[in-house]
């Protein structure tokens, strides 16, 4: 069975600064989805950010981006010029694309915060 | 685009009532959807698959009969909570897959049944 691991349970950081999320995760598949959502206080979860396991090129949106290593199964989330806003839990998923299912796996979450 | 509405987004009820949840797609169809249940501080855990014209796919240890689901249209699947106790309280979500790579959630619905 697939797991998602995200090994920090709550982190901080300054307004402005740079913060990286952890996230490993196990699976024997080849081709994979991987995501980042955030659940900010009002509960709704966003998509951050997704990345194609085919693709060697990380995913980047805007202050958003990804360090992929498929190879060590690792999908950290880098988050730039942080802001407020950014304040939420954020979870990393997988999805696997072989035998049909389409059941996202969810890690535990990070708590981020951002101070002023 | 990919909007997925989720009804009621409160709701409180007596001990031993029932509760309906509505998740609806509101500009794609979903021959799929998925309730989530999300406990305080934790991550969500699905609860089970929702399947148009089928009968739902439930995940180990989650009860058939308290949790129905029914989903009859392409655009709509509703989670009826049935005899509603205190310990069903919890934050319940929805979520579709519009498009090959991703997925929307609905906006939840915060169950309390006292």
């Known amino acids: 069975a697939q797991t998602v691991t995200q090994s920090q349970p709550e982190m901080s950081v300054q307004e402005a600064e740079t913060v990286t999320l952890s996230c490993t995760y196990d699976?024997?598949?080849?081709?994979?989805?991987l995501f980042w959502y955030k659940q900010p206080p009002s509960r709704q979860m966003i998509l951050v950010i997704r990345q194609e396991a085919y693709k060697q090129q990380n995913a980047t949106e805007n202050r958003f981006s990804v360090n992929f290593q498929k190879a060590a199964k690792s999908f950290s989330l880098k988050i730039s010029d942080s802001q407020l806003g950014d304040t939420a839990m954020y979870f990393c998923?997988?999805?696997?694309?072989?035998?049909?299912?389409?059941?996202?796996?969810f890690g535990k979450g990070t708590k981020l915060t951002v101070n002023p | 685009g990919a909007v997925v509405s989720q009804h009621p987004s409160r709701v409180i009820c007596k001990s031993g009532t029932s509760v309906k949840i509505e998740c609806r797609s509101l500009d794609f169809q979903a021959t799929t959807m998925f309730w989530y249940r999300q406990f305080p501080k934790q991550s969500l855990m699905l609860m089970a698959t929702?399947?148009?014209?089928?009968?739902?796919?439930?995940e180990q240890g989650v009860e058939k009969d308290k949790f129905l689901i029914n989903h009859a249209s392409l655009t709509l699947s509703t989670l009826t909570v049935t005899s509603a106790h205190p310990e069903d309280s919890s934050f319940y979500i929805c979520s579709a897959r519009p498009a090959l790579r991703g997925y929307t959630f609905g906006s939840g619905t915060r169950l309390t049944v006292v």
């Open positions: 998923a997988f999805l696997p694309l072989q035998g049909g299912s389409e059941k996202l796996v």
């Open positions: 929702s399947n148009e014209g089928s009968k739902a796919t439930y």
């Open positions: 699976t024997s598949e080849n081709n994979y989805y």
